[in-house]
Every structure is written in structure tokens, then in C-alpha cells.
């Protein structure tokens, strides 16, 4: 079976705004079969963003899980994902999951995987997929180096990843709060 290369999701924080950017290509081996797939979306009252890369389902799964866990504890954020971690690390089914999420509200900027990582970034970028080290490095340099707005430096960063990483392509979807 071929597998399935999608996606770049890049989560910034800058001058006061939140922004998750995602791509829209989806490539089976050498093939792309869709351009404009939706990564990232709304949760819990539409104050998460969360986004993701890997295997559609099992994403769609952890979405699931993680707006349950956000219900459960009032839209707390840390200590939902916290919990996702932790189930997703010893469930039985939830392990053999192979998907990365990114999760953004007011207070935290997460990236969670499925070995237990709940991991905040010190500069407030984190990005995740197969273009994710290229997003994050566009988006470290014009933090740094221009005076654009958190929307601008996502999507210049990802028009960069998109011209450098064959798995992703240039249909970007900005979600902000």
C-alpha cells in the first residue's frame, strides 16, 4: 500500500494574533488526488484551532477525542490535551494512530503526538507535516526580520514551504482568533 504524504500546518503567535495555516494537498506516492483538502478546523465553540497532518482518519479520530476531552474539562485546553496525550499513548487502538495535531486557543499553542508529546514552542511557532521544518523556519526568519502581521509572515511562510516541499501545495486556509 502506497502511503499517503500530506500536509503542512504551521501555528504562529505575533504582535497579539493567533493564527493556524494548513495547506490543501493531499499526495498518494507520487500522485497529488486532491488540492484543496481542509487541515485545519474550529473546536470546542469555535475557540481551538486545531490542525493536522498524517493519516485523515486517524486525525479525524483524535479530533473527535479531543473535542470530548474539551467538553469534559470546559474548554481547558493544557489539561485536555494533557489527557488526549495520555490516552492516545496507552490505548491499545489509540497508539496505532499515525496522526500529529497542533491545537491554538487564547492561552496555549500545542503540538501533541502519539508518544505523549504536548509541546509548547519558546518563540510561539510550531509546525507539523512534511513541509512543517520549512514553514517554521520561513515564519522564525520574518518574525524576526520584517514588520508583517501574524497572518502575512503564515501565509508568506507557507507559499515557502509550498515551493520547496513536493507534498505541499500553495491552497492555504488561515484560521485566526
Not at 493531499?26 to 478546523?41: D, M, N, Y
Not at 494512530?97 to 518563540?123: F, K, P, Y
Request: aromatic share 4%; charged share 25%.
Amino acid at each position: 500500500m502506497q502511503q499517503i504524504r500530506s500536509t503542512t500546518i504551521l501555528a504562529l503567535r505575533h504582535k497579539n494574533e493567533i493564527v493556524v495555516a494548513g495547506d490543501g494537498q493531499v499526495s498518494l506516492g507520487p500522485t497529488i488526488i486532491k488540492h484543496q483538502a481542509r487541515k485545519v478546523r474550529r473546536l470546542y465553540h469555535d475557540k481551538v484551532i486545531t490542525g493536522f497532518a498524517g493519516s485523515t482518519a486517524d486525525a479525524l479520530t483524535l479530533y473527535d477525542k479531543l473535542e470530548q476531552k474539551l467538553e469534559q474539562f470546559n474548554g481547558n485546553l493544557l489539561r485536555s490535551a494533557v489527557e488526549l496525550a495520555k490516552d492516545w499513548r496507552t490505548d491499545k487502538y489509540l497508539r496505532r494512530l499515525e496522526a500529529m495535531l497542533i491545537a491554538v486557543n487564547e492561552e496555549s499553542s500545542l503540538l501533541l503526538s502519539g508518544t505523549g508529546d504536548v509541546i509548547e514552542a519558546d518563540d510561539g511557532i510550531l509546525a507539523i507535516g512534511s513541509g512543517g521544518p520549512y514553514a517554521q523556519a520561513a515564519a522564525t526568519a520574518l518574525v524576526r526580520h520584517s514588520d508583517l502581521d501574524a497572518e502575512s509572515i503564515a501565509r508568506a511562510a507557507m507559499e515557502i514551504a509550498g515551493s520547496i516541499c513536493v507534498y505541499t501545495n500553495q491552497q492555504i486556509i488561515i484560521e485566526k482568533i
